[in-house]
């Protein structure tokens, strides 16, 4: 019995991962981390700009953010957001870190929409992945995250795409 609960933790963290890079062709990739409770994604962008722009876009992030929560009655609920950025020859990944205290669906929605438009054409998607799909993500995702709420576990899976595929590792192995 163990063991079969076992894969089905994996699997709805595999799920999750894949779900979300699948939804959001703009997310580069997925880190979930099961013994922190915690999600992290990351956007490729095209040069940020200097510091003191960053730290304003960063502001403005942080500030809807939790405004959203704060309308979702969600502002005292242990929710954190970490955002920070890594600048490579004219690329930057920008990071954000959100434990999975009461994620939602809606708010992912939003937070990629602040994103998009935060950082508008600089953000570099993938558009191998800009296609519609027959299932509804929005009720897989929401029901996944239910579940991983759930769970006493300790994984951590990476997701991302190379080429035309999505790939998910577990980072424990």
């Keep these: 019995m163990r063991a079969s609960n076992q894969t089905n933790k994996s699997d709805s963290s595999v799920d999750l991962v894949t779900s979300i890079l699948l939804k959001y062709p703009v997310i580069n990739t997925v880190n ?32 809807n953010f939790n405004l959203f929560n704060k309308f979702q009655n ?7 957001l970490q955002i920070n950025r890594e600048n490579y020859c004219g690329l930057s ?5 959100r434990n999975l205290n009461e994620l939602s669906q809606q ?7 602040l994103i998009k438009e935060t950082f508008a054409e600089r953000l570099l998607k993938n558009q191998l992945h800009e296609q519609s799909f027959s299932f509804d993500l929005v009720k897989s995702i929401d029901g996944i995250l239910a579940q991983i709420e759930e769970l006493e576990y300790r994984e951590k899976y990476l997701g991302f795409r190379e080429k035309d595929k999505i790939l998910v590792f577990n980072k424990n192995k």
């Design 32 to 63: 979930i981390n099961l013994e922190e409770r915690e999600l992290e994604i990351s956007f490729l962008v095209e040069e940020v700009g200097t510091d003191i722009s960053w730290e304003e876009e960063k502001a403005y992030l942080i500030r």
């Design 74 to 80: 969600k502002a005292g609920a242990g929710i954190k």
């Design 93 to 97: 990944k920008v990071n954000l870190v």
């Design 107 to 113: 708010e992912m929605d939003f937070m990629i929409k």
